[in-house]
């Protein structure tokens, strides 16, 4: 079983920046692709971005390129998802993803892909 730790989120305003973060204590993630997915309240659960743990290739959603990066830290086992210029759409509970194994640079985009799931962290962006 592996565990996923989100950190952060919280309330901001329209045009404010913030970070969440994923640890996965004690899992070699070196195979793997981690990101984050986001579900809007009354909404289904949608891609935001992953990226491949061995070749560091990262994937956005349309809404968040440009203003979203995701990144990761190898030696913490964490990755991060620096969120700037939010909008109130930005408003979702984020959840963080693992899938394990997989081919080289693989950066899967869809939930039904990822293995295992953190509990989710609340981002509000208020105009």
């Known amino acids: 079983q592996v565990q996923l730790v989100e950190y952060g989120g919280g309330s901001v305003q329209a045009g404010d920046s913030l970070m969440i973060s994923c640890a996965a204590p004690?899992?070699?993630?070196?195979?793997?692709?981690m990101g984050w997915f986001r579900q809007p309240p009354g909404k289904e659960i949608e891609f935001v971005s992953t990226i491949n743990w061995s070749s560091g290739r990262t994937v956005y959603a349309d809404s968040v390129k440009g203003r979203f990066t995701i990144s990761r830290d190898n030696a913490r086992n964490t990755i991060y998802l620096q969120m700037n210029g939010l909008k109130p759409e930005d408003t979702a509970v984020y959840y963080c993803a693992l899938t394990q194994g997989g081919t080289y640079g693989y950066t899967p985009t869809r939930a039904a892909d990822m293995d295992y799931w953190g509990s989710g962290t609340l981002v509000t962006v208020s105009s």
């Open positions: 004690g899992r070699n993630i070196v195979r793997d692709a």
